[in-house]
């Protein structure tokens, strides 16, 4: 079973941990940025609103680096990472956690899914599970969910070497967890959230030669850094609900979540790491501050 944050316990002590010794629940939250562009407004609002939140709570701030993704990943990208962050006025602890040290540990996680057959191979492209959505919207809703091929498809597939994904089953998840599966909630700033991990549908958590996919590492991470507090922005608001099934079919303890709004560009739209003149360095050497970056930010 997985315990809620308010029993979390140390696992060298066995003691309860959710509390400070002067009675506030312990408060540990991260900035988990990729570093696969150069950190815009966007990101300098989430990092500031996750470190204030750890400050006024007399808590503690981590920083993950989310580097899965080798084929975007460039290393001018987390030193730019660590500077932009340090001249935000930021400070997190060290070690910093990356993810790609911990690739085994992904893999360990996924055995065990693949172990409990609460996960199948996918061979279908992207676009044939978009296909297959658009073909059957009665059948699918707008998200796919599927199973396992026959044994012997699936074994002439593999030895003809196609690729495939690891798609999380929500049958089998409905199945090992029985009625939990329909009680799962999680805290976010709206109160208490009933769970539907069925608006992701059958999420893919590994790909045939890459371990793990974010929602697998994210999950992991979070819990092994003993996060409380999962602060990001609100485009990652559907995640939770596929997040709390993950936690609890590993077991893992249950943060609570705050979905903060988004830092859109001039267009309306939301900033993408491409958009040259709203990255942290852009504006820095356009002589802003530091103080200026939160103020335009609203963060005074
Ligand atoms: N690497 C993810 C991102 O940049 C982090 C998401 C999260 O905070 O869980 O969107």
Redesign the pocket.
């Known amino acids: 079973m997985a315990r809620a944050h308010a029993g979390r316990r140390n696992p060298a002590s066995g003691k309860p941990e959710s509390r400070l010794s002067d009675g506030r629940m312990s408060f540990v939250t991260r900035f ?3 570093p696969t562009g150069y950190l815009h407004l966007g990101h300098a609002f989430s990092a500031l609103t996750a470190f204030d939140a750890a400050q006024s709570a007399g808590g503690r701030f981590l920083l993950r680096i ?1 580097d899965i993704d080798q084929g975007r990943v460039r290393a001018q990208f987390e030193d730019a990472i660590f500077e932009d962050l340090a001249w935000l006025g930021l400070a997190w602890e060290a070690p910093v956690r990356r993810q790609s040290e911990h690739m085994g540990e992904y893999e360990a996680v996924l055995q065990g899914l693949i172990d409990r057959q609460l996960v199948y191979r996918c061979f279908r492209t992207r676009r044939e599970v978009a296909e297959a959505i658009a073909s059957a919207p009665h059948e699918y809703g707008d998200v796919f969910t599927g199973e396992a091929l026959a044994q012997e498809e699936e074994a002439a597939r593999l030895q003809a070497g196609e690729a495939f994904a690891w798609r999380l089953s929500l049958k089998k998840a409905r199945a090992a967890l029985g009625p939990a599966y329909f009680a799962l909630v999680f805290e976010d700033e709206t109160g208490p959230v009933r769970a539907e991990p069925e608006r992701l549908g059958d999420v893919v958590l590994a790909r045939k030669d890459f371990a793990a996919s ?1 929602h697998l590492a ?1 999950v992991w991470d979070d819990a092994q850094a003993g996060v409380t507090h ?1 602060i ?2 609100e485009d ?1 608001r559907e995640a939770a609900h596929l997040h709390v099934l993950l936690q609890r079919l590993l077991e893992l303890p249950q943060p609570m979540y705050r979905h903060h709004r988004l830092i859109l560009g001039e267009d309306g739209k939301r900033l993408a790491k491409r958009e040259a003149a709203a990255t942290l360095r852009a504006l820095r050497e356009d002589g802003k501050t530091a103080a200026e970056i939160r103020s335009m930010l609203g963060l005074g």
């Open positions: 988990a940025p990729s989310e974010y994210s999962v990001r922005g990652l």
